[in-house]
């Protein structure tokens, strides 16, 4: 990235485009959403990219209408179609998007393989029934998954990329492990790891991952910490 995570979201109004588009507080933006965007960093011209996991496409539509690119939003939840097109046209990239009610799993047999220049997600953080749980039904079924989802998005993110394209995600800490694992096994090389604190001397609360698909191993290059409150 040119510029720092502090630089890049002073520069952006995130909700300019969005006034009025009646979005559900359960699929409010967050830190996840746009550090994801920053990490992702300026794609090539006429690059084709996919979400994993899009909700009602704020992202997609937000790195579309960016960077003039088309994209195919992926979410499992297909009651969120309406919204994510209601959102596209007031992005105006209606003609850029698309949605595919699908999940992780069905991936591969309803997309074409090596398709996608680049790919990202903010995957479910949490497992059902281990550790932190949520109180909303909605809330829950966006941010925590019913088992271990690792293998079924690394399978869709590894059948979805062109050879040596990068996928970028952001991750809870503690199920950094496991996905590390899953990655390897699905030839997705992590190149680059950005920790993410809340504050100066806190825990980490994200991990950003960039990695590329059958890269080489090693290399991996621990990039300068993102603090989101300075002192």
Same mark, same amino acid.
């Given at each position: !990235?040119?510029?720092? $995570?502090?630089? $890049?979201?002073?520069?952006?109004?995130?909700? @300019?485009?969005?006034?009025?588009? %009646?979005? *559900?507080? %359960?699929?409010?933006?967050?830190?996840?959403?746009?550090?994801?965007? +920053?990490?992702?960093?300026? *794609?090539?011209?006429?690059?084709? $990219?996919?979400?994993?996991?899009?909700?009602?496409g704020f992202s997609i539509? +937000? !790195?579309?209408?960016?960077?003039?690119?088309?994209?195919?939003?992926? %979410?499992?939840?297909?009651?969120?179609?309406?919204? $994510? %097109? #209601?959102?596209?046209?007031?992005?105006? =990239?209606?003609?850029? =998007?698309?949605?595919?009610?699908?999940?992780a799993e069905e991936v591969s047999g309803a997309c074409p393989g090596n398709s996608c220049d680049f790919v990202f997600s903010n995957p479910p953080h949490f497992e059902t029934n281990r550790g932190k749980t949520y109180g909303e039904l909605i809330r829950?079924?966006? #941010?925590?998954?019913?088992?271990?989802?690792?293998?079924?998005?690394? @399978?869709? !993110?590894?059948?979805?990329?062109?050879?040596?394209?990068?996928?970028?995600? =952001?991750?809870?800490?503690?199920?950094? *492990?496991e996905w590390m694992e899953s990655l390897s096994r699905h030839r997705l090389t992590a190149k680059n790891l950005c920790v993410v604190h809340g504050r100066k001397g806190k825990p980490a609360e994200l991990v950003l991952v960039k990695g590329l698909k059958e890269g080489n191993p090693g290399f991996l290059s621990i990039d300068a910490p993102v603090i989101l409150k300075e002192e």
């Open positions: !990235m040119n510029r720092s $995570f502090a630089e $890049f979201e002073r520069s952006q109004n995130y909700y @300019r485009e969005i006034t009025g588009a %009646e979005i *559900p507080k %359960e699929y409010r933006l967050t830190h996840a959403t746009a550090l994801l965007l +920053w990490y992702c960093g300026i *794609p090539r011209k006429g690059a084709f $990219f996919a979400e994993i996991g899009c909700g009602i539509c +937000w !790195m579309s209408k960016t960077y003039r690119i088309q994209g195919i939003g992926i %979410e499992k939840q297909s009651q969120l179609k309406e919204s $994510f %097109e #209601r959102l596209a046209q007031k992005f105006e =990239v209606a003609g850029q =998007v698309s949605f595919l009610a699908t999940s829950q079924t966006n #941010r925590a998954s019913a088992g271990q989802i690792y293998d079924s998005f690394c @399978r869709a !993110m590894a059948h979805l990329l062109k050879p040596r394209r990068y996928y970028y995600l =952001v991750l809870s800490p503690q199920h950094l *492990p």
